[in-house]
């Protein structure tokens, strides 16, 4: 059965990775989709992956942390199937080193992807949301931003940030309708973790009570979840994927 029939999807960093998975399962469950990509060539090929499968996609190119390239995302979904009722704030960077090495513009760089690119997504997302009496948030964070990780202070700060954003944003619109929610997940096989050095990626899997790293199809199926009415009491919980790294 599919759960997301009706509603308009807006996934930002969508063309690769958990983020093209995300798309791909919303598309599955009956969703339209807007495909939000740093990357055009990588949005269309999602996009296209979709369409070719019998769903419904549009591609849009753009930065999360700029307003007006997210407005075009958002407007895309408005003009051509009315506003969004589903919005997915995953786009996120990578970036590994040690809080005493670190140059202060890849800090600036991790807390605008992460951080301010969220917030730009569900400020854009919420008027026409809170209008309408429903809607869908559903925030990408990381178990990192719960428990810290060794030479990712910079990511873990802005995961952290994106989870009490989320918590503080369910509590002012969760009695208008529109439910807020984050899913932090564990280390994932995408290319963002692959591209980070072979000893943490055999220390971080040797800490693992599963002892594996999660796949993008597992973050998507939460994403699902959360976005279809079986999560309907659901409000301002984050949610982990996370092969048992964090157990709250």
Same mark, same amino acid.
């Given at each position: ?12 960093? #969508? !063309?690769? %990775?958990?983020?093209?998975? *995300? /798309?791909?399962? &919303?598309?599955?469950? @009956? ?5 939000n990509d740093l ?92 209008? #309408? !009496?429903? %809607?869908?948030?559903?925030? *990408? /964070?990381?178990? &990192?931003?719960?428990? @810290? ?57 040797a800490e693992l ?39 709250l």
């Open positions: 059965m599919k759960r997301l029939v009706g509603h308009r999807a807006v996934v930002t960093g #969508a !063309g690769a %990775g958990i983020g093209r998975a *995300i /798309a791909l399962r &919303l598309a599955e469950e @009956g969703a339209r989709v807007v495909v990357d055009a060539e990588t949005a269309e090929e999602t996009a296209a992956h979709i369409t070719d499968a019998g769903g419904t996609a549009l591609a849009v190119a753009g930065d999360v942390t700029d307003p007006a390239d997210v407005d075009r995302a958002f407007g895309l979904c408005e003009d051509t199937w009315g506003h969004c009722t589903l919005a997915v704030n995953n786009a996120g960077i990578v970036h590994q080193v040690r809080l005493a090495d670190m140059d202060l513009a890849d800090w600036d760089r991790m807390i605008a992807v992460h951080l301010r690119g969220c917030f730009i997504g569900c400020r854009r997302a919420i008027g026409p949301m809170l209008e #309408a !009496g429903s %809607g869908v948030i559903v925030n *990408i /964070a990381s178990q &990192l931003g719960q428990i @810290g990780g060794i030479e990712l202070t910079h990511y873990s700060a802005a995961k952290a940030g994106i989870i009490g954003l989320t918590k503080a944003l369910a509590r002012e619109v969760s009695e208008a309708g529109v439910r807020v929610n984050a899913v932090a997940p564990g280390p994932i096989n995408t290319e963002l973790v692959r591209a980070l050095s072979p000893d943490w990626q055999r220390a971080k899997a009570p599963l002892g594996r790293f999660g796949e993008p199809e597992d973050v998507a199926a939460t994403v699902a979840f959360l976005a279809s009415d079986d999560a309907g009491i659901y409000v301002g919980q984050t949610l982990g994927p996370n092969s048992g790294d964090v157990m």
